[in-house]
Structure formats: structure tokens, C-alpha cells
């Protein structure tokens, strides 16, 4: 009998997946499995083989040869969009099966994720139309006997290193854009979330993706990641994730200066004024600390609020906070989650523990809840926070505010430039001529103004400083996977060099 939690069943037993290279479901054979244990509710979900370097070369030759074959790279834009169409219906189709799945493995509401979902449909069918729209430039100013085109061609073979926060979000900010770019994919998830990931692979090719242009292998990072960012015949790199092992993703490309698409950590200022609506900013702010239980890139970590409304802000955000759901995440009523892995819940702890320790003021949560089995965390607020400590500067992708008031428009800038990150900011304020100058001068590469975390297909994704490298989604997000060819041609006969 299926063990019933919330409205929905856990699997009795494990699911096995296969990897996936040249259109095919690839068995595990000898190969180790890596186990998978809900991280809601310590029952194991998934099984993952873990794949060899031997296993990688084998995906890297599949998409080398779809992509030099021309099956995908060479065909009209039409038909590529019509596959992501395609694989944007099929995947409306099946996003409770998805949903279900990332929920068990990454531990996020199941609500939440069959929402991102829906967003990675759009994802597909926003890529469909870029397929068809990406374009080049002609010079037609380089006098009778010259014309010039500027054309652009796909990448080639892209390698797509994904984290476990949004599995499958990030994967399809992505995945449509390459595709739709004319390049070929090997996609390695997290050893910890792979399911979506592989899921996506059967869409594919139930969508009509020619064999070998989407191919997955999983593993570890540090083996097959490694390798990705090593291999010779991978003509770009797609990175999410922390900022150290980004770094290590820069050092490894040298190989054939691969290009690198990076998108890293952040520690993101939310800029209250004393002139906001303030309820409404509180329950943004409290928004963009518990949203995915604070694993989240863009979360707004940093609380930077204008000291003349400090202190009461700081206790609507506490109230907003106290009120959030936390629990099981496959209930649908649950809008906080367990957080993904035992390491992550462990570094959480940690923090909250030195926010203690290095004498920042609790006001609300301050440690794990405890549910019988999972790993859950309270959204905690610190007060009193100064900018030498630890949880003011450090990502600590967990749901832990900190507070820091703020004197003046200066210096609320300044406090948001303060960090070697720049992914992500939002301010709060009536007053559109201090919306505008924050916005304008504080440095991340995404903003909100009187909201957070809001997204979607059209505009790009991506960070200043250490936060990263390119764009992903938007117009600007095919872009990143083209080449530029600049081609004069000659009208009439060339001025002979040699007389
Ligand atoms: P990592 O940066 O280690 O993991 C991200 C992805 O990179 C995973 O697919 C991982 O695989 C892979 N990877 C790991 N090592 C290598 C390597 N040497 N070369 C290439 N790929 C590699 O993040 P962690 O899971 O360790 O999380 C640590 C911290 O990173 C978090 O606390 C958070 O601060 C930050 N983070 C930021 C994310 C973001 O969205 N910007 C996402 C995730 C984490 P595998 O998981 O299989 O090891």
C-alpha cells in the first residue's frame, strides 16, 4: 500500500531511472546507483545511476554528431519551433507527473512546483517564437562594390550543469533557448535531483527531437561536472550554481576556451523606504525570504530599511513570517517546504548559529522544526545586523533575513553595492524618482521595483560582479548560444592586387 502524506501517495518503492544518450533510455547495468530520499519525509524516491567519463564521451559524441549532421542545426527555424510547441503541450500534459516528482526529490510544495511547470511550458513556447525571429544584419552602406552580411550560427554541442534548487525551472530557462538556437545538449542535473531532468528527455523526444540533440548523464559533479567543463569537443558551458565551483568551472574551460555561461550565487538587498506600503512590502520581503525555503539565488537575504520605519517593519515582516505555512511538502496548502539536502540544512543551522553567536538580535524562528522526520527550518529574522557579520554577507540559501537600517538614499545604495555579489534587487518606495535613481544605481543584473522575484520567459536572467557571466531567457538568452560570421561579398570583380 502507497503510504498516503497530505493529499498525495509517496511511491512505495525507489523509481529506477536510466540515463539518456542519442534518443535512447540507457539501463544502468554495473553501474552504482545513487539513492534518492525525499527530503520531506526520509523515504527513498529516486534511484540515479551514476555514470562514468566513458558514459559522458559517449553523450558528447551523440550530440556532436546531431549537431554537425545538420539534423537539428541546419533545419528551417519552423520546424524547430514546432518541436518546442510540441514539447510545451506534452509537458502541460504531464506537470502533475513533474511536479510530483520534483517535489520529491527537492522537497519544494507541491503547489509550487506544478506553478513552475506551467512557467516552463511558457518557457517553450516563448523559445518557439525566438527560433523563428533570430535573425543577422546586412550592410548595404559598404558602397556598389561591396555588401555585408553579419549572420549568426548556433554554438554547437552545449554542456548544461545544473543545481537542485529549481531543477527543472532552470533546466527549461534553458533547455527551449538552446534548442531553439540550433545546438545540441548534454544536461548534468544534480546527483540529488535528477528526475525532471531525464523526464524531459522522453518529452523531447515524444515532441520530435531528433536522437542525440538532448541527452542526459548524471552523476556526481565533481566527476561528471568536471568533466563537462574539461571536455574538449563541448563548445559551451551552461553553470548554475554556487560561486566557488564557478570558479573552478572558469579554470577547467581554459582547455579550448570553451565559453561559459555562469549564473552564481547572491546576497540580495530588498531596499525598503519609510514612504512604501509598508504591509504590502512586508509581505513581499517576507516573500522573498521564504519562497523555496530561501534556496534561492535571488532571494532577498539582505532586509536594508529606512531606520525611521525600522522598527516597525521588522515586526510586520515577523508577523507576515510567523503566519507562513511550513510542512510537508506534498500538501497543497504548504508554501514552505523541507530544504533539499542534509548539507545545505546543516550550513543553515550553522548560520543561524553564528548570527547568534556574533550577537545579531532574533526576532522570529532561530531553528529547525521539527515534524518527525525531514529536514524543516524556520524563516528567521535577525535585527541588529552590522555588515562585518557572517549573515550579511555570506549566500546562505535558507530562509534568514537579515535586518540593517539605512539613513538616507546614499546610503542605502551603498549598503545594496556592499557585496561581492550583483544578481538580484528590489526597493520599495511610492516615490518613482528614488525607485528610479536605486534602480539605476544599485549593480545586479535583475530588478524589482514594488515587487520580488517575479519572472518569465521575455526577460533575461543573470548577475553583475561574482554573481556571474551572459544571460540566460529572453531574446538575449538565444543569443548566448549563437556565434557571430561577419561575410563580405564582393559585387563585380576585385581591384587586382597583383598588377
Ligand atoms: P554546487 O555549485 O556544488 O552545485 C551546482 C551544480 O554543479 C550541481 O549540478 C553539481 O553537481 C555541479 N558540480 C559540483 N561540482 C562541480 C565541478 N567541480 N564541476 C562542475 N560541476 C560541478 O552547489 P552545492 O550543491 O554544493 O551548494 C552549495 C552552495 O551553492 C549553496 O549553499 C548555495 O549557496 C550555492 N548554490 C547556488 C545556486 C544558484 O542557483 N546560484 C544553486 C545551488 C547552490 P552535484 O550536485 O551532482 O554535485
Not at 314 to 329: F, I, N, R
Request: with cysteine; glycine share 12%; proline share 4%.
Amino acid at each position: 500500500m502507497d503510504q498516503v502524506v497530505g493529499r498525495q501517495s509517496l511511491p512505495d518503492s525507489p523509481r529506477t531511472f536510466g540515463f539518456f544518450v542519442d534518443g535512447k533510455r540507457m539501463e544502468a547495468g554495473e553501474r552504482a546507483y545513487f539513492e534518492r530520499r525525499s527530503p520531506g519525509h526520509d523515504v527513498p524516491v529516486t534511484r540515479i545511476p551514476k555514470c562514468t567519463r566513458e558514459d559522458l564521451d559517449l553523450a558528447v559524441k551523440a550530440a556532436r554528431r546531431a549537431f554537425e549532421d545538420g539534423r537539428w542545426s541546419r533545419i528551417p527555424a519552423v520546424e524547430r519551433a514546432n518541436v518546442l510547441l510540441r514539447a510545451a503541450q506534452i509537458l502541460r500534459s504531464r506537470a502533475a507527473e513533474l511536479a510530483y516528482w520534483e517535489t520529491l526529490e527537492n522537497g519544494k510544495p507541491i503547489s509550487q512546483a506544478r506553478a513552475e511547470v506551467d512557467g516552463c511550458a511558457g518557457m517553450f513556447e516563448y523559445a518557439a517564437g525566438l527560433a523563428r525571429t533570430l535573425h543577422g544584419d546586412a550592410f548595404n552602406n559598404l558602397g556598389d562594390g561591396m555588401f555585408g552580411l553579419v549572420t549568426r550560427e548556433p554554438i554547437g554541442v552545449v554542456g548544461l550543469i545544473t543545481p537542485w534548487n529549481f531543477p527543472f525551472l532552470i533546466l527549461c530557462e534553458r533547455v527551449p533557448y538552446i534548442l531553439a538556437a540550433g545546438c545540441t545538449i548534454v544536461a548534468k542535473p544534480s546527483e540529488v535531483t535528477s528526475a525532471t531532468t531525464l523526464l524531459l528527455a522522453e518529452i523531447l523526444s515524444e515532441a520530435g527531437l531528433p536522437d542525440g540533440c538532448y541527452n542526459v548523464v548524471t552523476g556526481s559533479g565533481s566527476v561528471i561536472g568536471q568533466a563537462m567543463t574539461e571536455h574538449l569537443d563541448i563548445d559551451m558551458v551552461s553553470f548554475t550554481g554556487s560561486t566557488s565551483v564557478g570558479r573552478r568551472c572558469v579554470e577547467a574551460a581554459g582547455g579550448n576556451f570553451k565559453k561559459l555561461g555562469l549564473e552564481l550565487g547572491g546576497k540580495n538587498p530588498q531596499i525598503v523606504f519609510a514612504d512604501a506600503d509598508l504591509e504590502d512590502a512586508a509581505d513581499g520581503v517576507a516573500f522573498g525570504i521564504g519562497f523555496n525555503t530561501g534556496q534561492c539565488c535571488v532571494s532577498g537575504s539582505r532586509l536594508i530599511v529606512e531606520r525611521s520605519v525600522a522598527s516597525e517593519f521588522e515586526k510586520l515582516v515577523a508577523a507576515k513570517l510567523a503566519k507562513v505555512k511550513v510542512g510537508d511538502p506534498l500538501d497543497p496548502s504548504t508554501q514552505i517546504g523541507a530544504i533539499t539536502t542534509t548539507a545545505q540544512n546543516t550550513t543553515i543551522l550553522d548560520y543561524i548559529a553564528r548570527g547568534k553567536e556574533e550577537g545579531a538580535r532574533l526576532v522570529c524562528g532561530g531553528g529547525a522544526l521539527d515534524f518527525g522526520r525531514g529536514h524543516y527550518i524556520a524563516p528567521t529574522l535577525f535585527g541588529d545586523v552590522t555588515s562585518a557579520m557572517a549573515i550579511s554577507r555570506d549566500e546562505i540559501f535558507g530562509p534568514v533575513l537579515a535586518v540593517m537600517p539605512f539613513d538616507g538614499e546614499d546610503e542605502a545604495i551603498a549598503m545594496a553595492n556592499d557585496t561581492v555579489y550583483g544578481l538580484a534587487a528590489s526597493v520599495w518606495t511610492k516615490n518613482i524618482d528614488k525607485a528610479l535613481n536605486v534602480t539605476r544605481r544599485v549593480r545586479a543584473g535583475r530588478f524589482w521595483v514594488n515587487t520580488t522575484l517575479a519572472g518569465g520567459p521575455e526577460l533575461p536572467l543573470g548577475g553583475f560582479k561574482q554573481s556571474g557571466w551572459g544571460r540566460e531567457a529572453g531574446s538575449y538568452g538565444i543569443e548566448e548560444y549563437t556565434q557571430i560570421k561577419s561575410v563580405h561579398i564582393e559585387i563585380g570583380k576585385r581591384e587586382p592586387w597583383v598588377r
